[in-house]
């Protein structure tokens, strides 16, 4: 059917990116499909169902969506500061995204502009969806949402005056001098960490942020002690999963072992 691919990718539970890719490939292959299925005599009423072909093409877009974030929190070198700024990020996109649709603009939503000339779309069902993603979002991330603020004492420790770091998050650590060296690093004229911190875009920014920390005397121990505490805050699930991949790589049936 001089079709731009020649199967369908099918989709694993287990692998979430997958999922956006299945749907894509499938919307982009729905004439041939339908024409395919047609001709085999298969009837699936739902390809013909205005409805439901609007709530797919809404799924592929947003699904897209999810798998570009999914993507960002990827990676080594990320700090939990990265992966704070990438959600708190994506959730204000999804305020912009209901704005997009409730005006039927489909600036975000590829599909459903395609889609809208030719079908009745229920902007206010989708707004819903989006809204309801929203919270979702919201919700699971509450506890991540509430230490946001002290996320940002790795790249501007000056800005806070010790009060305002809840500890809570780190209570194993002994703080007790945490004050007074905030106190005395302030007032250090040649200590340009805050500088070298937020110009460190564009370049390995986990790293950087450590080596920073490390490069503080020993009389700022407390603080150096926090800020590496912070560092090692598991932000995504990412690292682990590379771990059980690398793993199921190793114990492969076409790796040979001698006993």
Not at 40 to 51: A, N, R
Not at 64 to 83: C, P, S
Request: one cysteine or more; aromatic letters at 14%; glycine letters at 6%.
């Amino acid at each position: 059917m001089d079709s731009s691919y020649k199967y369908l990718p099918l989709h694993l539970a287990v692998r979430w990116l997958s999922c956006g890719n299945a749907l894509e490939r499938f919307v982009g292959f729905f004439d041939a499909i339908k024409a395919f299925l047609a001709e085999k005599g298969q009837d699936y009423p739902e390809l013909e169902d205005e409805k439901w072909v609007v709530k797919l093409m809404f799924l592929t877009d947003i699904t897209g969506h999810l798998n570009k974030l999914n993507l960002k929190l990827q990676g080594a070198g990320q700090t939990v500061l990265d992966m704070f700024d990438t959600w708190k990020a994506f959730v204000g996109k999804l305020a912009i995204f209901s704005g997009d649709v409730a005006t039927s603009t489909f600036r975000y939503f590829s599909h459903l502009r395609e889609l809208s000339p030719q079908h009745s779309i229920s902007t206010a069902e989708i707004c819903k969806y989006i809204s309801e993603l929203e919270s979702e979002f919201t919700t699971r991330f509450g506890e991540f949402q509430n230490y946001g603020r002290m996320f940002s004492f790795l790249i501007k420790p000056d800005s806070f005056d010790g009060h305002e770091l809840d500890l809570s998050l780190i209570d194993w650590l002994d703080t007790q001098d945490m004050i007074m060296q905030l106190t005395e690093l302030k007032s250090l004229a040649l200590w340009g960490l805050r500088k070298q911190l937020e110009t460190t875009a564009g370049r390995d920014h986990g790293t950087c942020i450590f080596t920073c920390w490390i490069s503080l005397p020993e009389k700022f121990s407390c603080l150096r002690k926090i800020a590496l505490a912070l560092l090692t805050v598991f932000g995504s699930t990412y690292l682990c999963e590379q771990i059980f991949s690398h793993r199921k790589s190793v114990l492969s049936p076409s790796q040979s072992f001698d006993n």
